[in-house]
Protein backbone atom coordinates (compact mmCIF):
# COMPACT_ATOMS: atom_id res chain seq x y z
CA UNK A 1 0.00 0.00 0.00
CA UNK A 2 1.72 3.61 -1.50
CA UNK A 3 1.51 5.52 2.14
CA UNK A 4 2.57 8.88 0.75
CA UNK A 5 0.09 11.17 0.89
CA UNK A 6 -0.73 13.17 -2.36
CA UNK A 7 -0.29 16.55 -0.72
CA UNK A 8 2.90 15.58 0.45
CA UNK A 9 1.87 15.85 4.21
CA UNK A 10 4.05 14.82 7.03
CA UNK A 11 3.46 13.53 10.42
CA UNK A 12 5.09 16.51 12.94
CA UNK A 13 8.47 15.10 14.13
CA UNK A 14 7.13 16.10 17.26
CA UNK A 15 4.70 14.06 17.66
CA UNK A 16 4.58 11.24 20.18
CA UNK A 17 2.47 8.18 21.18
CA UNK A 18 1.45 7.75 24.77
CA UNK A 19 0.08 4.56 25.97
CA UNK A 20 -2.57 5.08 28.92
CA UNK A 21 -4.12 2.09 30.66
CA UNK A 22 -7.52 1.65 31.63
CA UNK A 23 -10.32 -0.62 32.93
CA UNK A 24 -8.79 -4.14 33.09
CA UNK A 25 -6.99 -3.79 30.29
CA UNK A 26 -7.82 -1.39 27.71
CA UNK A 27 -5.48 0.93 26.07
CA UNK A 28 -5.91 4.41 25.62
CA UNK A 29 -3.92 6.19 22.88
CA UNK A 30 -2.98 10.15 22.72
CA UNK A 31 -0.83 11.54 19.97
CA UNK A 32 0.89 14.82 20.80
CA UNK A 33 3.29 17.32 19.99
CA UNK A 34 3.74 18.38 23.68
CA UNK A 35 0.85 21.11 22.93
CA UNK A 36 -1.56 19.78 21.09
CA UNK A 37 -3.37 16.24 21.56
CA UNK A 38 -5.59 13.69 20.18
CA UNK A 39 -7.08 10.68 21.52
CA UNK A 40 -7.99 7.72 20.82
CA UNK A 41 -10.85 5.32 21.68
CA UNK A 42 -11.74 7.29 25.36
CA UNK A 43 -13.73 4.70 26.92
CA UNK A 44 -12.66 6.77 30.05
CA UNK A 45 -12.83 10.40 31.06
CA UNK A 46 -10.62 10.43 33.69
CA UNK A 47 -7.02 9.16 32.65
CA UNK A 48 -7.21 11.12 29.89
CA UNK A 49 -7.89 14.61 31.92
CA UNK A 50 -5.21 13.27 34.29
CA UNK A 51 -2.23 13.28 30.95
CA UNK A 52 -3.49 16.28 29.20
CA UNK A 53 -3.26 18.24 32.81
CA UNK A 54 0.00 16.85 33.89
CA UNK A 55 1.52 17.34 30.60
CA UNK A 56 -0.19 20.81 30.03
CA UNK A 57 -1.83 19.32 26.61
CA UNK A 58 -4.98 21.06 24.55
CA UNK A 59 -7.39 18.57 23.72
CA UNK A 60 -8.36 19.20 20.17
CA UNK A 61 -9.81 15.39 18.41
CA UNK A 62 -11.50 12.26 19.12
CA UNK A 63 -10.92 9.14 16.97
CA UNK A 64 -12.92 6.49 17.48
CA UNK A 65 -12.77 2.77 16.11
CA UNK A 66 -16.21 1.87 17.51
CA UNK A 67 -19.11 1.66 19.25
CA UNK A 68 -18.25 -0.14 22.47
CA UNK A 69 -19.05 1.65 25.93
CA UNK A 70 -14.58 0.48 26.45
CA UNK A 71 -13.90 2.94 23.26
CA UNK A 72 -16.63 5.91 24.04
CA UNK A 73 -17.39 6.43 27.57
CA UNK A 74 -15.29 8.99 28.17
CA UNK A 75 -16.15 11.62 25.57
CA UNK A 76 -18.95 13.01 26.65
CA UNK A 77 -17.33 14.45 29.77
CA UNK A 78 -14.19 15.43 27.62
CA UNK A 79 -16.12 17.23 25.18
CA UNK A 80 -16.75 19.38 28.30
CA UNK A 81 -13.10 20.63 27.99
CA UNK A 82 -14.49 22.49 24.81
CA UNK A 83 -15.74 22.03 21.53
CA UNK A 84 -14.06 18.95 20.50
CA UNK A 85 -14.66 16.82 17.31
CA UNK A 86 -15.22 13.55 17.19
CA UNK A 87 -13.91 11.63 14.01
CA UNK A 88 -15.30 8.11 13.52
CA UNK A 89 -17.73 5.49 11.93
CA UNK A 90 -21.32 7.07 11.30
CA UNK A 91 -22.66 4.02 10.65
CA UNK A 92 -22.39 3.07 14.44
CA UNK A 93 -24.09 4.91 17.48
CA UNK A 94 -21.54 7.12 18.52
CA UNK A 95 -22.20 10.11 20.96
CA UNK A 96 -20.92 13.53 19.74
CA UNK A 97 -20.01 12.40 16.44
CA UNK A 98 -18.60 14.93 14.23
CA UNK A 99 -17.24 13.79 11.53
CA UNK A 100 -18.22 10.94 9.84
CA UNK A 101 -15.33 8.63 8.16
CA UNK A 102 -15.24 5.97 5.19
CA UNK A 103 -12.52 3.58 3.99
CA UNK A 104 -9.45 5.21 1.79
CA UNK A 105 -10.64 9.50 3.58
CA UNK A 106 -7.59 11.07 4.13
CA UNK A 107 -7.35 13.95 6.29
CA UNK A 108 -5.00 15.63 7.88
CA UNK A 109 -5.23 17.86 11.04
CA UNK A 110 -3.55 20.94 12.01
CA UNK A 111 -2.61 20.65 15.69
CA UNK A 112 -0.74 18.39 16.12
CA UNK A 113 0.09 18.14 12.36
CA UNK A 114 -0.97 14.68 12.22
CA UNK A 115 -2.21 13.45 8.84
CA UNK A 116 -3.74 9.86 8.72
CA UNK A 117 -5.66 7.35 6.04
CA UNK A 118 -9.21 5.79 7.07
CA UNK A 119 -9.39 2.13 7.08
CA UNK A 120 -12.76 -0.23 7.15
CA UNK A 121 -12.09 -2.78 9.19
CA UNK A 122 -15.36 -4.80 9.70
CA UNK A 123 -15.83 -8.05 11.77
CA UNK A 124 -15.66 -6.72 15.69
CA UNK A 125 -18.01 -4.53 14.78
CA UNK A 126 -19.62 -3.49 11.17
CA UNK A 127 -18.68 -0.18 11.06
CA UNK A 128 -14.89 -1.04 12.85
CA UNK A 129 -12.19 1.68 11.81
CA UNK A 130 -8.69 1.61 11.55
CA UNK A 131 -6.56 4.94 11.48
CA UNK A 132 -3.27 5.06 9.53
CA UNK A 133 -0.42 8.01 10.44
CA UNK A 134 2.12 7.39 7.51
CA UNK A 135 5.78 8.18 7.96
CA UNK A 136 9.27 6.17 7.77
CA UNK A 137 7.40 4.21 10.52
CA UNK A 138 3.38 4.42 9.81
CA UNK A 139 1.61 3.90 12.92
CA UNK A 140 -1.56 1.83 13.05
CA UNK A 141 -4.45 2.47 15.38
CA UNK A 142 -7.04 -0.44 15.14
CA UNK A 143 -9.04 -0.95 17.99
CA UNK A 144 -10.38 -4.13 18.47
CA UNK A 145 -9.94 -5.55 15.32
CA UNK A 146 -6.14 -6.75 14.96
CA UNK A 147 -4.59 -7.47 18.82
CA UNK A 148 -0.56 -9.03 19.69
CA UNK A 149 -1.05 -12.44 18.35
CA UNK A 150 -4.76 -12.75 18.39
CA UNK A 151 -7.96 -10.53 16.62
CA UNK A 152 -10.95 -9.51 17.61
CA UNK A 153 -14.20 -11.42 18.48
CA UNK A 154 -17.05 -11.17 15.94
CA UNK A 155 -19.81 -9.54 17.56
CA UNK A 156 -21.10 -8.07 14.43
CA UNK A 157 -19.57 -9.20 11.17
CA UNK A 158 -19.24 -13.12 9.34
CA UNK A 159 -15.44 -14.52 9.37
CA UNK A 160 -15.06 -13.43 5.97
CA UNK A 161 -15.42 -9.66 6.89
CA UNK A 162 -12.68 -10.32 9.94
CA UNK A 163 -10.31 -12.15 7.09
CA UNK A 164 -10.58 -9.17 4.55
CA UNK A 165 -9.67 -6.83 7.42
CA UNK A 166 -7.00 -8.75 8.69
CA UNK A 167 -5.64 -9.54 4.98
CA UNK A 168 -5.85 -5.45 4.64
CA UNK A 169 -3.31 -4.95 7.64
CA UNK A 170 -1.35 -7.57 6.47
CA UNK A 171 -0.36 -5.62 3.42
CA UNK A 172 0.72 -2.59 5.11
CA UNK A 173 4.76 -2.38 5.64
CA UNK A 174 5.98 -4.94 7.56
CA UNK A 175 7.29 -2.09 10.25
CA UNK A 176 4.40 -0.27 11.15
CA UNK A 177 3.84 -0.70 14.14
CA UNK A 178 0.45 -1.75 15.75
CA UNK A 179 -1.26 -0.11 18.65
CA UNK A 180 -4.14 -2.09 19.49
CA UNK A 181 -6.65 -0.97 22.15
CA UNK A 182 -6.11 -4.54 24.68
CA UNK A 183 -3.25 -5.68 26.49
CA UNK A 184 -4.50 -9.63 25.42
CA UNK A 185 -0.91 -10.57 24.38
CA UNK A 186 -0.05 -13.33 26.89
CA UNK A 187 -2.92 -15.10 26.67
CA UNK A 188 -3.10 -14.82 22.48
CA UNK A 189 0.15 -16.93 22.75
CA UNK A 190 -1.18 -19.57 25.03
CA UNK A 191 -4.18 -20.13 22.33
CA UNK A 192 -0.98 -19.56 19.25
CA UNK A 193 1.14 -22.26 21.47
CA UNK A 194 -1.54 -24.76 20.55
CA UNK A 195 -2.23 -24.06 17.25
CA UNK A 196 1.69 -23.94 16.39
CA UNK A 197 3.58 -25.15 18.87
CA UNK A 198 6.92 -25.22 16.91
CA UNK A 199 6.95 -21.94 15.16
CA UNK A 200 9.89 -20.54 16.74
CA UNK A 201 9.39 -16.90 16.14
CA UNK A 202 6.06 -17.36 18.46
CA UNK A 203 8.17 -18.79 21.07
CA UNK A 204 10.68 -16.09 21.02
CA UNK A 205 7.54 -13.83 21.17
CA UNK A 206 6.40 -15.96 24.41
CA UNK A 207 9.62 -15.18 25.90
CA UNK A 208 9.64 -11.35 25.31
CA UNK A 209 6.18 -11.17 26.61
CA UNK A 210 6.89 -12.72 29.91
CA UNK A 211 9.97 -10.23 30.42
CA UNK A 212 8.04 -7.57 29.46
CA UNK A 213 4.80 -8.10 31.67
CA UNK A 214 6.89 -9.27 34.46
CA UNK A 215 8.52 -5.61 33.98
CA UNK A 216 5.10 -4.25 34.69
CA UNK A 217 5.59 -3.27 30.90
CA UNK A 218 3.23 -3.56 27.84
CA UNK A 219 3.58 -5.44 25.26
CA UNK A 220 2.18 -3.19 22.74
CA UNK A 221 2.81 -2.09 20.35
CA UNK A 222 3.63 -4.82 18.14
CA UNK A 223 4.62 -4.62 13.87
CA UNK A 224 3.23 -6.16 11.52
CA UNK A 225 5.97 -8.41 10.49
CA UNK A 226 6.19 -9.83 14.10
CA UNK A 227 1.35 -10.62 14.16
CA UNK A 228 2.34 -12.40 10.57
CA UNK A 229 5.14 -14.37 12.12
CA UNK A 230 3.08 -15.21 15.20
CA UNK A 231 -0.12 -14.13 14.83
CA UNK A 232 -2.41 -17.56 13.75
CA UNK A 233 -5.08 -15.66 12.32
CA UNK A 234 -2.95 -14.03 10.01
CA UNK A 235 -1.17 -17.77 9.29
CA UNK A 236 -4.29 -19.61 7.99
CA UNK A 237 -2.70 -20.96 4.69
CA UNK A 238 0.50 -22.06 6.73
CA UNK A 239 0.30 -25.69 6.46
CA UNK A 240 0.96 -26.28 10.30
CA UNK A 241 -2.00 -24.36 11.18
CA UNK A 242 -3.97 -25.93 8.18
CA UNK A 243 -3.11 -29.11 9.60
CA UNK A 244 -3.58 -28.25 13.77
CA UNK A 245 -7.00 -27.03 12.90
CA UNK A 246 -8.06 -30.25 10.67
CA UNK A 247 -7.15 -32.72 13.62
CA UNK A 248 -8.98 -30.59 16.20
CA UNK A 249 -11.78 -29.99 13.48
CA UNK A 250 -12.26 -32.77 10.83
CA UNK A 251 -14.91 -31.54 8.92
CA UNK A 252 -13.15 -28.25 8.50
CA UNK A 253 -12.22 -27.77 4.63
CA UNK A 254 -8.91 -26.32 4.19
CA UNK A 255 -9.67 -23.48 2.27
CA UNK A 256 -8.56 -19.76 4.65
CA UNK A 257 -11.40 -18.88 5.49
CA UNK A 258 -12.91 -22.20 6.34
CA UNK A 259 -9.27 -22.17 8.80
CA UNK A 260 -10.18 -19.25 9.71
CA UNK A 261 -13.33 -19.98 10.99
CA UNK A 262 -12.39 -22.80 12.88
CA UNK A 263 -9.67 -21.19 14.67
CA UNK A 264 -11.82 -18.03 15.56
CA UNK A 265 -14.55 -20.91 17.22
CA UNK A 266 -12.04 -22.44 18.71
CA UNK A 267 -10.29 -19.48 20.49
CA UNK A 268 -13.66 -18.43 22.10
CA UNK A 269 -14.01 -21.45 23.48
CA UNK A 270 -10.19 -21.76 25.04
ZN1 LIG B 1 -14.95 -3.67 21.02
Not at 229 to 240: D, G, H, I, S, V
Amino acid sequence: MDLTFPSGQQRSAALRVSCLPAFQDNYLWVLHDHTHAVVIDPGDAQPVERFLDQHGLLLTAVWVTHHHADHTGGIEALSQRGTIPVYGPGREPLPMLTHDLHAGDEVTLAQPQVPFRVLHLPGHTLGHLGYLVPGPIPWLFCGDTLFGCGCGRLFEGTPAHMLESLHQLARLPPATLVYCAHEYTQANIRFALEVEPDNPALQQRARDCAALRSAGQATVPSAIALECATNPFLRCTQPTVVHTVQSRCPETQPDELSIFTALRAWKNRF
